[in-house]
């Protein structure tokens, strides 16, 4: 499964888009592309600035990214964040001057000799790498950009923003490079909406997944000895078995059979499944065992066709549904790692389907169904959802692509969801559904793919006996439903800010004693709640009551149970939730009965305060 572990890396470009944006679609275009002008051009803004201030300085890109804009200088050394208010002060009088953004269509040659005069070494290799006779500037006052644009009609036009932060990326995005100085800034139409976007800015910060995940112990990365390698702690283990549990369970009731795979085979698999001619940028360098050359697993698809090969296949018998939380390794450049977001080794909730090409339909109604009960079961209901169609490049009849995209959105028409079609964006074997979630912050996050595909069944000459008694070729449908568990589990985290719902608790409910006198009572409490198969913890410690219920809450524990002298002697417990305080007593056994009916429902609390 392709596309799976999130957006091209940090500091990567398509040079074909000089310093453009990316593509980012919004349901309002038209407004999008009113702030994709607005940002590409405060990136010229801050650019002119920069050369004001440092003139020295050399130019890399600057494109319009979602919410903000970036650019890279060569040659700002020791500039840091302290240094922003005064880049952004001189910005803001390049905006009161008004100065119009003017456009021009000149030779290559003479784009050159004008970056030549300024020793724009950067922008000479974009010009010598792109294509045509010709190519685009924009100027505004003295100051000259390659750039296709568009840009907004004056620098007045730009009427909020903010500078952010510093960092560094490598030229184009290889670590080969030059390493430059990139600032990111953020620019929105109105004043309102970046104010409203900087507080957004400090929830995330106060939600990120590598602070809560350290504070409540739930994950570290090895940095000294494997960066974008992830290491889950006890706490953080618990909630992704039961994030595991509940796929296979989901996965056994909707038609699947769970598989598993090596973790690394000869390079010949992955030469002949195409990945390593289409994807070897993302994959590490082969391993020699036995003289022979090995390569540990990118994706989980090609195993899974040899189980398919093991035997000949009968119509009869799709559609086969294999699914495997099988662990991936991609290479991901050391500046783009992001705690669980961005790794290097990664479990991938992963499945392929074969079938035959009139189960396709009926299929893929079933797949979308199933990925929106399995994202809504984790508390999203929130999506942005993309329709991919056939690229330049690709693989394949027009007759089967007709076939699988008609699939697709068919399905998509049914559900009624909105969705947005991506022209020219599949994969090269095949149309593809991407849906994105969006948290509590309104950000979106990419999780679940289907991706049909004609490649591989040829190229591993796949077959099974039709009706007619010949071989035919099947059809094979990829699909991540959560995408990586440790991706998701940093959305998780984020997106309850580490307050998780109480199926979801690493610790679901902490025993308190009042004195050392309800020890012997508190235990054999923990041990039936524990016998119920619900994750608790004991504190019987010598400690003040109010120390103990405050490190539980900042543990985020959901329930908290205080055990004192009248609890011991009539088997009761005084209940306490992080959400709604004290909620009285309650027998042992009803708090229990309760839990487990709240667990079993991943709902809300079903317990209230008494009257």
Not at 476 to 482: N, Q
Request: net charge negative.
């Amino acid at each position: 499964m392709e596309g799976v572990t999130g957006s091209n890396p940090v500091g990567s470009t398509n040079i074909m888009q000089y310093c453009s944006c990316d593509k980012i679609f919004m349901a309002n275009k038209d407004n999008k592309l009113e702030l994709d002008k607005i940002r590409h051009s405060a990136a010229h803004i801050m650019a002119d600035a920069v050369k004001r201030l440092y003139p020295h300085v050399k130019l890399g890109i600057g494109p319009a990214v979602e919410d903000g804009f970036y650019y890279d200088f060569e040659g700002l050394k020791n500039f840091s964040e302290q240094d922003l208010e005064k880049l952004e002060k001189l910005m803001k009088e390049i905006v009161a001057e008004n100065i119009p953004f003017v456009k021009e269509d000149v030779s290559k040659k003479e784009a050159i000799k004008l970056f030549e005069k300024n020793k724009e070494i950067y922008k000479i290799e974009l010009i010598n790498d792109l294509e045509g006779d010709t190519v685009t500037l924009y100027h505004h006052g003295k100051f000259t950009d390659l750039c296709k644009g568009p840009h907004v009609a004056n620098t007045g036009d730009i009427k909020a923003f903010k500078l952010l932060k510093v960092a560094g990326a490598y030229w184009r995005g290889d670590e080969k490079n030059a390493q430059l100085v990139r600032i990111y800034g953020v620019a929105f139409a109105k004043q309102n909406d970046l104010e409203e976007h900087l507080n957004l800015l400090k929830e995330a910060e106060l939600r990120d997944h590598r602070k809560i995940g350290k504070d409540l112990d739930l994950f570290s990365t090895m940095e000294e000895y494997g960066a974008g390698l992830v290491l889950w702690h006890p706490k953080g283990g618990r909630i992704r078995c039961a994030i595991e549990d509940f796929w296979r369970k989901e996965h056994m009731k909707n038609g699947y059979e769970v598989v598993f795979t090596p973790h690394m085979a000869r390079l010949d698999m992955w030469k002949k499944s195409g990945h390593w001619d289409f994807y070897r940028e993302n994959m590490y360098s082969p391993m020699v065992v036995d003289d022979v050359e090995y390569e540990i697993k990118p994706m989980n698809c090609p195993f899974h066709i040899q189980i398919y090969k093991t035997q000949l296949r009968s119509y009869r018998e799709f559609p086969m549904r294999w699914a495997e939380l099988g662990t991936v390794y991609r290479y991901e450049r050391s500046g783009v790692l992001h705690g669980l977001m961005r790794v290097r080794g990664f479990t991938q909730d992963d499945a392929h389907i074969f079938l035959r090409a009139e189960q396709l339909n009926e299929e893929v109604d079933k797949v979308l169904d199933f990925s929106l009960y399995m994202l809504r079961s984790f508390g999203f209901n929130d999506f942005d959802i993309y329709l991919s169609t056939k690229p330049d490049k690709c693989v394949g009849t027009e007759e089967e692509w007709n076939l699988a995209t008609d699939a697709l959105k068919t399905a998509l028409d049914k559900s009624g969801l909105n969705y947005e079609i991506d022209p020219g964006e599949g994969v090269f074997y095949g149309p593809k559904i991407d849906i994105k979630i969006k948290d509590s912050l309104k950000r979106s996050w990419q999780c679940t793919t289907i991706q049909v595909d004609f490649n591989l069944p040829n190229r591993y000459e796949m077959e099974y006996v039709g009706t007619d008694g010949a071989r035919h070729k099947p059809i094979m449908i990829h699909r991540a439903l959560l995408g990586s568990l440790e991706r998701f589990m940093g959305v998780l985290v984020e997106h309850y800010a580490g307050d998780f719902p109480l199926w979801l608790a690493p610790v679901q409910v902490a025993v308190l004693t009042i004195s050392e006198n309800q020890a012997s009572y508190a235990s054999e409490l923990k041990d039936k709640l524990h016998s119920e198969g619900i994750r608790v913890e004991l504190d019987d410690r010598n400690e003040k009551l109010g120390l103990k219920i405050r490190e539980s809450e900042l543990s985020k524990i959901p329930y908290v149970i205080v055990i004192g002298a009248k609890e011991a002697s009539e088997n009761t417990v005084s209940v306490r939730t992080r959400s709604k305080g004290n909620l009285g007593s309650m027998k042992s056994d009803e708090f229990i009965d309760q839990i487990l009916k709240e667990i079993k429902s991943k709902g809300g609390s079903v317990l209230s305060k008494k009257q």
